[in-house]
């Protein structure tokens, strides 16, 4: 005996699935083209929040080359019921509806410093002035001072053999840099060693002693692919690791700035440490006279916000660490949302400056990729 109604019935769930997997289907794979194109996530029931800006609400959950919004509604009652007759669920497996939204909202961290070099602090919002591809920004959405949030630190050490002599200090450096500035249970780090190949010799860890093992375990040889370290670090860790917005990203690269055998080229290296929303630090072994690849350490620095330094013996190494660390404690963080923005996949450049007191040098990175349509 035939029952139309509810052959009928039955459909209505398939052809709604069939409706929606293409929309909300994506490839984990797929590389992100800015990190302005934020998906924030929601769930049905949210936790309680403090208030915050939109920006601070939600914590990134994905970044989406296309920018189009992805949704999955629940079943109504009715439909419910319907797939109830085939599979009854057990009870608190049901998935909780997800809405995905994109928001062109960039966010920028940068620092502070006057004619002395000396890190300013006590500024507020009123006192900068944003251009977003050579527009002025009408609004700073959000705007922090970011003194002592989480860390997400990588440490790539160039273990080619042209730093042989020099390498055991370098390491002990290090060393004692991770220990004064990873805290337990806040921070993050892990160690890279790099000649020809790219060596993870301990991956993301809050503990001091396996982060110091990491570093004694790198060994120096070969030659230099330091440009495919600087992109593997930041495509296969941290722009695959899990960040909120309230985790700050950055690499220490300690290097001659030589490169004898990357596949990738310096310019695609400092795209990808963008993408990734990384924060690059240059320590030059270089010295005492310096060389070719001081240059070289010197742009991906700027590019990226970072700063590069150039020790002039080796106890200066040292001293560069414990720049670096109290560069990390005395940032400020704003988003805004960009006038005329438009997904075309194309490198939008970024200039603030301070406006209310005079001899000031902001430093952050000079600007992003837009995200592309399809």
Known sequence: MEHPPRIRFLLVPV???????????QNSDELPSAPSAVIQKKTARPKPQSPATPAESQPPAALSESGDAAATEQPSADQAKASDDDAAPKPGNEER???????????????????????????????????????????????RRETDLPL???LLIDASNSIRDRFKFEQESAI???????????????VVGFDTEFEVTQDFTDSTE?????????????????????????????????????????????????????????DESIE????????????????????????VLQRIADATGGRAFQPFQLSDVANAFARI??????????SYRPAEFHH???????????????GLKVRSRHGYFAPSAE
């Open 15 to 25: 052809c709604l699935a069939t409706f929606l997997s293409p929309g909300s289907a």
């Open 176 to 190: 004692e840099f991770l220990n004064q500035t990873i805290r337990p249970k806040y921070d993050q780090a892990f």
């Open 272 to 295: 990808m440490a963008l993408r990734a929303n990384v924060i690059v630090y240059t320590i030059s072994t270089n010295f005492p006279s310096g060389g070719d690849g001081d240059k």
């Open 344 to 358: 075309d996949g194309r490198y939008r450049t970024i200039e603030i400056t301070a406006q209310n007191r005079k």
């Open 325 to 334: 660390q109290d560069d990390l404690r005395s940032q400020y963080a704003l």
């Open 97 to 143: 509806p997800t809405i995905h939204r994109t928001v062109n909202e960039v966010n920028v961290v940068f620092t502070v410093t006057d004619k002395h070099n000396r890190y300013i602090k006590d500024l507020s919002k009123n006192d900068f002035k944003v251009i977003d591809d050579e527009k002025p920004v009408d609004e700073i959405r959000s705007f």
């Open 152 to 154: 997400q630190v990588g």
């Open 210 to 266: 396996a982060l110091s093992k990491g570093v004694r375990a790198l060994r120096p040889g070969g030659g230099t692919a330091m440009y495919d370290a600087i992109y593997r670090t930041c495509r296969e860790k941290l722009l695959k690791s899990a960040q909120t917005s309230e985790v700050r990203r950055a690499i220490i690269l300690v290097s001659d700035g030589e490169d004898n055998y990357s596949r990738v080229t310096r």
